[in-house]
T-cell receptor
Framework: GQSLEQPSEVTAVEGAIVQINCTYQ??????LSWYQQHDGGAPTFLSY????GLEETGRFSSFLSRSDSYGYLLLQELQMKDSASYFC????????????FGTGTKLQVIP | DAMVIQNPRYQVTQFGKPVTLSCSQT?????MYWYQQKSSQAPKLLFH???????NEADTPDNFQSRRPNTSFCFLDIRSPGLGDAAMYLC????????????FGSGTRLTVV
């Protein structure tokens, strides 16, 4: 089976840095994606890590450690508009065209 | 702009009355997906098409069906909606590669009365 676990809620202060963790258990693993979803909106693709290490895209970075079955999304210089739910996601073993989403983390940015 | 469009944005249907949700894309992506998302939960995959090949998830109820008449369009049919089917239904597309992100439509929020 496939499971991806995330903290349910995180609160952080505007301008600060926050890390959202994702631990996974999969029967096969290709890589880890991250999506952002604002309330009432659709998920938006943020990043994909196929290899271990840190990938940086502007204020957002994503990290993967295959040996630890662990990844995280790092958001820097937090802005109020970053308040949203964040999902990690992984391609399903044997069916790389589809992904399973993690449990999701609701990020609240406060002034 | 290339995009994924879902219609309608909000749909109200009666208990047991068949309803169809639609999705179209201008991205020319090979794969189209239907996800169901309930409040404060992760999106749950119902099925997907790789080109014309239909792939159903094992736990998708028989009440849910899908059609993809061509590359651009995909439909979700709910034959007899129950109260438990009230949710946001998300259509997504991708090129099908492992690292290819999904492009989602804005979703259809279904209410069953």
């Amino acid at each position: 089976g496939q499971s991806l676990e995330q903290p349910s809620e995180v609160t952080a202060v505007e301008g600060a840095i926050v890390q959202i963790n994702c631990t996974y258990q999969t029967s096969g693993f290709y890589g880890l994606s991250w999506y952002q979803q604002h309330d009432g909106g659709a998920p938006t693709f943020l990043s994909y890590n196929a290899l271990d290490g840190l990938e940086e895209t502007g204020r957002f970075s994503s990290f993967l450690s295959r040996s630890d079955s662990y990844g995280y999304l790092l958001l820097q210089e937090l802005q109020m508009k970053d308040s949203a739910s964040y999902f990690c996601a992984a391609p399903v073993s044997g069916g790389y065209q589809k992904v399973t989403f993690g449990t999701g983390t609701k990020l609240q940015v406060i002034p | 702009d290339a995009m994924v469009i879902q219609n309608p944005r909000y749909q109200v249907t009666q208990f047991g009355k068949p309803v169809t949700l639609s999705c179209s894309q201008t991205l020319n992506h090979n794969v189209m997906y239907w996800y169901q998302q309930k409040s404060s939960q992760a999106p749950k995959l119902l099925f997907h098409y790789y080109d014309k090949d239909f792939n159903n998830e094992a736990d998708t109820p028989d009440n849910f069906q899908s059609r993809r008449p061509n590359t651009s369009f995909c439909f979700l049919d709910i034959r007899s909606p129950g109260l438990g089917d009230a949710a946001m239904y998300l259509c997504a597309t991708s090129r099908g590669g492992t690292g290819d992100g999904y492009t989602f439509g804005s979703g259809t929020r279904l209410t069953v009365v």
